[in-house]
C-alpha cells in the first residue's frame, strides 16, 4: 500500500504561482516514478510532470517553461512549482507514485483554481 496527500492548492490570481507538495508514505521504498497529474474539467486526466525511477526529470513540453518539480527524499515529498498561472491551469492536480510493479497509486487530489 502507498499513501499519498497532496496539499497546496487553491484559487489563484492570473499571472501568480502555485507549488503543489505530496507526502508520500506507506511501501514506497521501490518507484518506477513519481510525480503529477492533472485533470481539468470536463477533460481526462494528464500528465503533467514527473521523476523517473533514475531520478531524471520529465515536464509535458507545453508546459515546461512554467514548471518545476522538485523532491525531498528525507521528507518522502515531491513539490511542483507552477508559474504564470492561467485560467487554462484550474483543474484537479494528483499526485502520482508508480511502484515497482508498475502500479499507479494515487492521491486525493487538490483543486487549483485560477482566476483571471
Known amino acids: 500500500q502507498v499513501q499519498l496527500v497532496e496539499s497546496g492548492g487553491g484559487l489563484v490570481q492570473a499571472g501568480g504561482s502555485l507549488r503543489l507538495s505530496c507526502v508520500a508514505s506507506?511501501?514506497?521504498?521501490?518507484?518506477?516514478?513519481m510525480g503529477w497529474y492533472r485533470q481539468p474539467p470536463g477533460y481526462q486526466r494528464e500528465w503533467v510532470a514527473s521523476?523517473?525511477?533514475?531520478?531524471?526529470?520529465n515536464y509535458v513540453r507545453a508546459l515546461k517553461d512554467r514548471l518545476a518539480i522538485f523532491r525531498d527524499n528525507a521528507k518522502l515529498t515531491v513539490v511542483l512549482q507552477i508559474n504564470d498561472l492561467t485560467p487554462e491551469d484550474t483543474a484537479v492536480y494528483y499526485c502520482?507514485?508508480?511502484?515497482?510493479?508498475?502500479?499507479?497509486?494515487w492521491g486525493q487530489g487538490t483543486q487549483v483554481t485560477v482566476s483571471s
Open positions: 521523476f523517473t525511477r533514475a531520478g531524471n526529470e
Open positions: 502520482n507514485f508508480r511502484d515497482r510493479l508498475g502500479i499507479d497509486w
Open positions: 506507506g511501501n514506497i521504498s521501490n518507484t518506477n516514478g
